[in-house]
């Protein structure tokens, strides 16, 4: 019995030291398996943040508000009742035109058409077979022929001079961050592309006589979707036709410019404060001829950039990059 005794403490004493050098190493280990699970559960939480993120990012943002219908302001973009001159401008060309029109022209006119009326009512009166029964044999007068040669040649050179820089400044090349428009003539509506801001094209139909009174819209000239476009940003509009021939006038901006089938053409201008213009359809083309009108809605640059964005449109140019947020600020190198 003594001796049983004796080997089952020889045998604790032997393994003593083994228990007392293990005891730590199992408690680390015991502390390295737990803290891989809560790593775990931080990597978990990380991971669910990151997944959040782009999600945040993919949910599609709220469609941008179309600004409201604009309204009409009588006497501004539209014929008036009696008007016998042309319609008030709002764009540089057209003040050119209406000065050429008003100042330059019609007084012209108007004085020759006078000094021919008395140059006949005098030679009706001063050489009548009554009072003149021997006619005169006189064939040349040098001094007259020269008046009436120089003068008819000065004139010609006053009226042309600023008739070629009208010329000119109608047909100059767009700027680049013109404001592009494909508008496109067809039996019997329009149809308006804006490639640079990937808004494919939808179409203008006139409005029913009920309805354009409705808006407070001149009946004829009223369409149901106007052609939307900045002012005081030059405008570039590319006109063609798909059918036959059309003409795109509007002409309180002083835009003409035939729609063409087969053929692009180009007409500039800057619309110098927002409103609404109205035009038509100038060139015989068939029997509903009289029912395709134009409006042009002109916005602050502001509201036509919040146009643009409700139609699922981009921005282009300085607008673009105003939008654009600012990039993030590098990291301090250390």
Known sequence: ?????????????????????NGPVLAQEN????????????????SAGNAAAPAAE????????????????LGIGMPMPGEITLQKQFSPTGHTARWLHDVLLLPIIFAISILVLILMVYAMWKFRRSANPTPSKTSHNTVIEVIWTV????????????SIGLLADQYKP???DAVTVKVTGYQWYWGYEYPDNAIPEYVSNLLPRDKAEANGEPYLLAPDNRLVLPAGRPIKLIITGADVIHAFAVPSLWVKMDAVPGRLNEKTFTIEKPGVY????????????GFMPIAIEALEPAQ???????????????AATAEAPAPAAAPAKL
């Not at 001796?3 to 004493?13: D, P, Q, W």
């Not at 008819?152 to 001079?161: C, D, E, R, Y």
């Not at 036509?304 to 300085?318: E, H, I, M, P, T």
């Open 1 to 21: 019995m003594n001796k049983v005794k004796s080997l089952v403490l020889a045998g604790l004493l032997a393994f003593a030291p083994t228990l007392v050098l």
């Open 304 to 318: 036509f950039d919040q146009w643009v964005l409700s139609q699922g449109g981009k921005l282009r140019g300085a």
């Open 174 to 176: 767009a700027p680049k």
């Open 151 to 162: 003068v008819p040649v000065v004139i010609l050179l006053a009226i042309a001079v600023p």
């Open 278 to 289: 109205y035009g038509q359809c100038s060139e015989l083309c068939g029997a509903r001829h």
């Open 31 to 46: 502390a390295a398996v737990a803290a891989p699970a809560a790593g775990n559960e931080v990597g978990a939480a990380d």
């Open 58 to 73: 993919a949910a599609p943002a709220a469609k941008v508000a179309a600004p409201p219908r604009m309204k009409p302001t």
